[in-house]
């Protein structure tokens, strides 16, 4: 089998072609269907026609906080806090971005007149996070005066508008600081419509954290050090996925975050934990047939993945077609559907 190296997942992208801002309804997103000899442009809400009655969509109802504060440190000197993940007693696990980074045991004051004490690192004393402890409930204080974690490429400050497009309509568990996408262009009329399609729905959580956005620097990527998410697979999704085997129905992820849940479940035997499972070409699937995704960056560890489910050659291609053709990319922009390699495309 051939060796992929990080060149091999990267591709140019006219800046112009990164959303900023999302399509005026979730659903009216454009949608290309790789699943067929040629791919198809179509439009987000088309989906229900493209599955099949007994086909299972699984979503990530992981909820978005606010999970970007901006406060001082007692030098005057400003900083930036993004909570990567809530632990006990008020102490959160927050990226820290500053000129200097200040001692353990520092006192930060932060915007909305609350503090943080700078307990030492995460999760470990060499760990990349920093552990600190808020002077209140980090979920209230996060929502009282937090701010939306948009990613690095989109360009402005968050609005009202981010507050509520940068969410999925069915989110319920807070504790993500970066939106699974690809459930973004799901609104209630689509859900009816699949619903009476015939096709399922079940629900899983990922907290997707800001190393989801981080590119890989290493050639070699077996030399990548995967970030950690937690995940949980509830009983009721676990038997219906496997009543979905056994009716002869598909799979359907919904985003790469549900892909890496139902693979590292599949993988371990562990319906909840942490995982810092890196998919990359040569990966086994063995629970998900079909994937809707949006398009990612470039060298990026989602570009492994999808390239790993439905083949390097196919997504390249699939990849060039979105660029001449002018979807817009990214976290606001259009999104695909594809067949893992080998499985075929899904019946009319």
């Known amino acids: 089998m051939?060796?992929?190296?990080?060149?091999?997942?990267?591709f140019a992208l006219p800046p112009e072609l990164i959303a900023q801002h999302p399509a005026a309804e979730r659903s009216a997103s454009r949608l290309l269907d790789g699943t067929g000899a040629e791919p198809a442009d179509r439009v987000f809400r088309d989906l229900p026609a493209l599955l099949a009655p007994g086909d299972l969509l699984v979503f990530n109802d992981t909820r978005v906080v606010k999970a970007r504060l901006f406060g001082e440190k007692p030098t005057g000197g400003r900083l930036e806090l993004l909570v990567e993940r809530v632990l006990q007693d008020h102490e959160v696990a927050a990226h820290m971005k500053t000129g200097k980074k200040p001692p353990v045991g520092t006192q930060l004051t932060m915007d909305g007149g609350f503090s943080a004490t700078l307990l030492?690192?995460?999760p470990d004393e060499d760990g990349t996070l920093f552990r600190l402890r808020l002077s209140g409930e980090p979920h209230a204080l996060m929502e009282r005066h937090g701010h939306v974690p948009l990613p690095p490429y989109i360009t402005h400050g968050d609005t009202a508008e981010d507050e509520?497009?940068?969410?999925?309509?069915?989110?319920?568990?807070?504790?993500?600081v970066a939106a699974p996408t690809a459930a973004l262009h799901f609104d209630q009329a689509l859900l009816a419509a699949l619903e009476a399609r015939g096709i399922e729905r079940a629900s899983l959580t990922l907290h997707v954290g800001a190393g989801t956005f981080q590119p890989v620097k290493t050639e070699n990527l077996a030399e990548h050090?995967?970030?950690?998410?937690?995940?949980?697979?509830?009983?009721?999704t676990q038997q219906a996925v496997q009543a979905t085997r056994r009716r002869g129905g598909r799979i359907v992820a919904v985003g790469t975050t549900t892909v890496r849940t139902l693979e590292s479940w599949a993988l371990t035997g562990q319906a909840s934990g942490d995982t810092r499972i890196?998919?990359?070409?040569g990966f086994g699937f063995r629970l998900v047939d079909l994937l809707v995704t949006n398009f990612h960056l470039p060298k990026s560890t989602l570009?492994?993945?999808?390239?790993?489910f439905a083949g390097h050659a196919q997504v390249m291609d699939l990849y060039r077609h979105a660029i001449a053709r002018r979807y817009r990319f990214f976290s606001y922009g259009d999104a695909m559907l594809l067949a893992r390699r080998g499985s075929g495309a899904p019946p009319a």
Not at 2 to 10: E, H, K, P, W
Not at 164 to 176: E, K, L
Not at 278 to 281: D, Y
């Open 278 to 281: 890196f998919i990359t070409p």
């Open 120 to 122: 030492g690192r995460w």
């Open 225 to 236: 050090r995967m970030h950690s998410e937690w995940y949980e697979v509830p009983a009721s």
């Open 303 to 308: 570009m492994m993945l999808v390239s790993a």
């Open 2 to 10: 051939r060796t992929f190296t990080l060149a091999d997942f990267d």
């Open 164 to 176: 509520r497009r940068y969410q999925t309509v069915f989110a319920a568990r807070p504790g993500a």
